[in-house]
């Protein structure tokens, strides 16, 4: 199932091509492939060069480890995250490593770079679903995540699936049309909410 953007204006289809799903085959995923997005991840800019990013994955191939990545998670990504082939937990690192001073770009570049693992994973025939919903302080404690370090997201990695192998409700989400803000309520010149004169608003002219 392919769920490409509705884009205003064109974009790579890469970036079109990538969404959230949660229904995943049941395939594990070649190392080559997983070990390409953590090497995409790598690459992606950082203040300083400091790559304030790492990243704990657990494979269905490993299932002690994939089990206690999966119970981090709340209820309801649980349900359909079982699925999926790989679970990553993504971590932020908040002090430069340089001076122990406060990096307060570590979520941004650890963003950089998921986003970065997410386009490599499209381009390698894989999904990826990032999720906000898992137990920040559980994960910390079952990873011993060290001090310094924050636990930020998990994602979700694997082939797409059936779409008819989630629940009803689940399914009704998979299917729904993909939604975006207009670019002029978040591009804006001179002042906060004033739109930029590229968007064309009638606002802006």
Excluded: C
């Amino acid at each position: 199932m392919e769920k490409r953007a509705e884009t205003e204006v064109p974009i790579h289809e890469l970036l079109e091509r990538r969404w959230s799903p949660r229904a995943f085959a049941k395939r594990s995923i070649e190392r080559e492939k997983l070990l390409s997005i953590f090497e995409a991840a790598r690459w992606a800019a950082s203040a300083s060069n400091e790559q304030p990013w790492s990243f704990l994955v657990a494979t269905r191939d490993d299932p002690k480890n994939f089990e206690a990545m999966l119970g981090v998670l709340i209820e309801f990504n649980q349900a359909w995250a079982h699925g999926a082939a790989a679970l990553i937990l993504t971590v932020a690192h908040t002090q430069f490593e340089k001076d122990g001073k406060p990096n307060r770009h570590g979520f941004y570049d650890l963003g950089q770079a998921a986003a970065n693992l997410a386009i490599q994973a499209t381009a390698s025939g894989l999904m990826v679903h990032p999720m906000a919903g898992f137990d920040v302080e559980a994960a910390r404690g079952r990873f011993a995540v060290p001090a310094g370090w924050e636990p930020v997201s998990m994602i979700a990695v694997g082939y797409p699936g059936d779409v008819d192998s989630l629940s009803e409700r689940l399914r009704a989400r998979e299917i729904a049309p993909r939604q975006r803000k207009p670019i002029e309520t978040f591009v804006f010149s001179g002042t906060w909410g004033h739109p930029a004169l590229i968007t064309g608003s009638a606002e802006s002219k």
